[in-house]
């Protein structure tokens, strides 16, 4: 039986709940903050995302709606905490795979949230880009960093390719446009990993355009 869009946008947005928690814990860890700093960073990691796109859509945040979701972003920090305090160091493997998993199911998340609102493709793409990314940029400006998002990263660029995966295959299987929307963002991200791939940076006082 094929799920609502409703339905799969709760299921995905507690997978990129969990995900995201460790990139936060991390970043928090690099930044030396204590116990319950590290706690705050994979909170607000993992549900501003889905913060932004809720208020974008003129609704109550699911965060705050739906209980369990606070409790997934606590329980999924405690966790990322007792695992970095074990191995002192995120494994850099372990980190891209959540990245990557996170990222793809907040942009189908979003995606199919505006979907469920009847909005046009280019508010699908700019609500699956706010999705998977909003957590990010909250991260790195509590962390007084520029958000890699706008320097360093293809993450915007994997979630809207995402996005219009799923607005593309919805018509024929809400299921199945979810899947594809998490497995095209997610291979995007990590094979921008992977491959080391960037955007390119402008030209500034006569040098050449370089790659980040």
Known sequence: MDLSASDLVGVLDRVGIVAFTLSGVEVGLRRRLDVFGLLVMGVVTATGGGFVRDLALGRLPLVLDRADYLVWALLASLAAIALTTWRKQVPSLLLAVAEAAGLGAFATAGALAAIDFDLPVPAVVVLAILTATGGGVLRDLLADRVPLVLRAEINATAAGLGAVAVWAFEPVSTGGAAFL????????????????????????????????
Request: aromatic share 4%; net charge neutral; no cysteine.
């Open 181 to 212: 929307g998490v497995g095209v963002a997610a291979l995007v991200r990590a094979a921008g990993v992977a491959f080391n791939l960037h955007l390119p940076v402008p030209a500034r006082d006569g040098e050449p355009p370089h790659h980040i």
